[in-house]
Structures are given as C-alpha cells and as structure tokens.
T-cell receptor
Framework: GENVEQHPSTLSVQEGDSAVIKCTYS??????FPWYKQELGKRPQLIID?????GEKKDQRIAVTLNKTAKHFSLHITETQPEDSAVYFC???????????FGAGTRLTVKP | ETGVTQTPRHLVMGMTNKKSLKCEQH?????MYWYKQSAKKPLELMFV???????ENNSVPSRFSPECPNSSHLFLHLHTLQPEDSALYLC??????????????FGSGTRLTVV
C-alpha cells in the first residue's frame, strides 16, 4: 500500500520568510495529492491539492509542486504570516479515496 | 461550521464502558470515513463507507465497531477500549470515493481519553 513520508516534522520561520514542506510517496499509481492545514484545536482543512497531470499549482501565497519521477511533492508558503502557524499534512491517493494516506504532519511556527 | 458535525467533542471513558461517537454531514456526500489522529503520527484510516456500505476496514480491532445507517450519519461504537486508544477521532466525508472531487471535509473530531 501507499506510504507517505513528510519532512520536516517541525519548522520555525520568521514572519515574511518562505516555508517549504516536502513529502514523498511510494505508490507510483498515486495521482492525487492534497494538503491540509490543521490549526490548534481545529479540524484539518484542505488548502490546496494537485493532480498528477500538472507539475505546479499556485493559490496566492501557497504553491504545490509535484515531481512524479522522483515521487515527491512539496508545499511552498511565501511571505509567511503568524496565522500560517499550524500543522500541515500532505496526503496521496489513487483514484480511490479508500487508499488516501497521510503524512505525519509538519508543525509550522511563524514568529512575528 | 463546514457541514460535518461530530459529537461529543470530548469523551472520557473507562476501559469497561461502552460509548458511541457520532458524525453527521449535510453536504450531500456519499462517502464517509473514520480516522484516528495520535500525536506525531500520520492520520490513520480506520473505516470507509460509500453509499452506506463499508468498503474498507483497515485492520481495526473489533473493540471499534462502525455503523452507517444512511449516507448522512456515521457512528463509531466503542467497548472495552485500552488506554492506547486515547486519541482524536476524526470523521470526514467526500462526494464519493473517486479523487476527482475536492478532497475531504473533516469534522472537528472527538478527543477520546480512556482511563
């Protein structure tokens, strides 16, 4: 089955800097890669996703890149703000949500 | 509220108790999921239901028993749990099982403590 590894487990940046979180996956059939943000005490929320037919997707300060050959994908947050502080989870699945697998999460802290 | 409601938010139970977690969604989704979230571990998929039918049981111990009476409601019945079962239990829903939708919508979770 799919195995998703996420690094780093914790990340601390200064406000205004960029943050990058990386994930690798094992199942070459995976073709859907969502990212979730979970603020303290709240539910995970989908912030961006990418499908295997594209290499990069942007939404304002957030971007995700996908390298299918190397089987890794990354979340990039630019101009970080304190409200970006949260735990971020990557996930990977094929066309069937039965096999959605999550990374262990990255705790991002943005220092004012 | 995002449309997926979980109750209770917090639950403390003894190892001999029987309790149930409830999840309700009003998004018109057909697939519902139970996940276990433990500290510093990946979200663990427990059960998947699609159109009320269970499609996945991810090697979950029988002390966890799911029930899906309709596409809008999902329960997790708990009995004779162990302290290591203490975790945040998250319910999620999606339009269906295909990934050509917009990902999951998660509930806020039930924080379970087994004493």
């Amino acid at each position: 089955g799919e195995n998703v590894e996420q690094h780093p487990s914790t990340l601390s940046v200064q406000e205004g800097d960029s943050a990058v979180i990386k994930c690798t996956y094992s199942d070459s059939a995976s073709n859907y890669f969502p990212w979730y943000k979970q603020e303290l005490g709240k539910r995970p929320q989908l912030i961006i996703d990418i499908r295997s037919n594209v290499g990069e997707k942007k939404d304002q300060r957030i971007a995700v890149t996908l390298n299918k050959t190397a089987k890794h994908f990354s979340l990039h947050i630019t101009e970080t703000q304190p409200e970006d502080s949260a735990v971020y989870f990557c996930a990977a699945s094929t066309n069937n949500n039965n096999d959605m697998r999550f990374g262990a999460g990255t705790r991002l802290t943005v220092k004012p | 509220e995002t449309g997926v409601t979980q109750t209770p938010r917090h639950l403390v139970m003894g190892m001999t108790n029987k309790k149930s977690l409830k999840c309700e969604q009003h998004l018109g989704h057909n697939a519902m999921y139970w996940y276990k979230q433990s500290a510093k571990k990946p979200l663990e998929l427990m059960f998947v239901y699609n159109f009320k039918e269970q499609t996945e049981n991810n090697s979950v111990p029988s002390r966890f028993s799911p029930e899906c009476p309709n596409s809008s409601h999902l329960f997790l019945h708990l009995h004779t749990l162990q302290p290591e079962d203490s975790a945040l239990y998250l319910c999620a829903s999606s339009q269906d099982l295909t990934a050509t939708n917009y990902g999951y919508t998660f509930g806020s979770g039930t924080r379970l403590t087994v004493v």
